[in-house]
């Protein structure tokens, strides 16, 4: 069974920067993507950013110029640089990566509840508060 662990909850005042982390458990891990997604309440599940093995990357529209996506060396570790934040990011965020080895890529909409979706693994969530 593959863990993530998340980064702890944060509050960031708008306009402000923070990153959150997401590591894997075992260091053989290797996916093929991982990703962050969020979900407001009231909203479905939605891929906010990925990055492949191989480093390429995708990013919703809404965080695009804003957020950065990395992985570490050992591909067991996300990372999500979030800068410029509104109140709009306020969610709760989740790393995420793939459950089976024959998939490619991240859904970018699972639907429903994001933990529920049962083709990725996921973290814990993290809580993202942005306010003054």
Not at 8 to 33: K, M, N, W
Not at 53 to 72: N, Q
Not at 76 to 81: F, M, S
Request: net charge neutral; with cysteine.
């Amino acid at each position: 069974e593959v863990q993530l662990v998340e980064s702890g909850d944060v509050s960031v005042q708008p306009g402000g920067s923070l990153r959150l982390s997401c590591i894997a458990s075992g260091s053989t891990f290797d996916a093929p993507e991982m990703g962050w997604y969020r979900q407001r309440p009231g909203t479905e599940c939605k891929l906010v950013a990925s990055i492949s093995r191989d480093g390429s990357t995708t990013y919703a529209d809404s965080v695009k110029g804003r957020f950065t996506i990395s992985r570490g060396n050992a591909k067991n570790t996300a990372y999500l640089q979030m800068n410029s934040l509104n109140h709009e990011d306020t969610s709760v965020y989740y790393c995420s990566t793939l459950r089976s080895p024959t998939s490619r890529h991240l859904s970018p909409r699972p639907g429903g509840a994001c933990i529920a979706y049962d083709d990725n693994y996921w973290g814990q969530g993290t809580q993202v508060t942005v306010s003054s």
